[in-house]
């Protein structure tokens, strides 16, 4: 049940600036990458991108329904910037209820985001939901890309 949705429409370059002025650091699950993932607020919390997270939520809800699970709410949200040479280790986060990453930059040579049966191709401005106990990581990153993430836990 991964769902996939082209938010290309979205002024990207605003959001991926946003996020580039904000503090990151070194994080466990990303080799040579950083994220925000324990720095700061939750990244969606951030006053200027108040509309890309009622954007986000609108989309967690048409997941919802096109999959028939109960209504949620977003916990937490985080973003990563990877470069090459760049790996996201194998995870999962836990049962919270529905995860979500939203690729604000991406270039062509990007690797996908690999799930135990799915390989996602990304670009810039495709939005990724899925169970939050779903397995996933990517191979080692040739170009730089920043993603936003999230948890959400069921209502």
């Known amino acids: 049940m991964i769902g996939e949705y082209n938010l290309s429409f979205l002024n ?3 959001i991926e600036d946003t996020l580039l002025q ?13 994220s925000s993932f324990n720095v700061g607020m939750p990244i969606l919390m951030h006053p200027n991108l108040k509309g890309l997270h009622t954007i986000l939520d609108k989309y967690v809800r048409i997941y919802c ?11 937490n949200s985080w973003f990563n910037i990877t ?4 790996k996201l280790k194998k995870h ?3 049962n919270n209820g529905l995860s979500g990453a939203f690729y604000v930059s991406v270039g062509d040579k ?3 985001l690999i799930f135990s049966d799915t390989k996602i191709k990304p670009y810039s401005g495709l939005l990724i939901i ?3 106990n779903f397995d996933h990581y990517t191979d080692e990153e040739q170009e730089r890309r920043v993603v936003i993430s999230f948890n959400t836990e069921f209502l």
Do not use: A, D, R, W
Not at 22 to 34: D, V, Y
Not at 83 to 86: G, I, K, M, R, V
């Open 65 to 75: 329904e096109q999959h028939n699970t109960s209504k949620v709410k977003f916990i």
């Open 92 to 94: 999962n986060h836990g």
């Open 22 to 34: 904000s503090q990151t650091e070194t994080h466990g699950l990303l080799s040579n990458g950083t």
């Open 130 to 132: 899925f169970p939050s």
């Open 12 to 14: 990207l370059k605003s």
């Open 83 to 86: 470069y090459p040479e760049s």
């Open 110 to 112: 990007s690797v996908p």
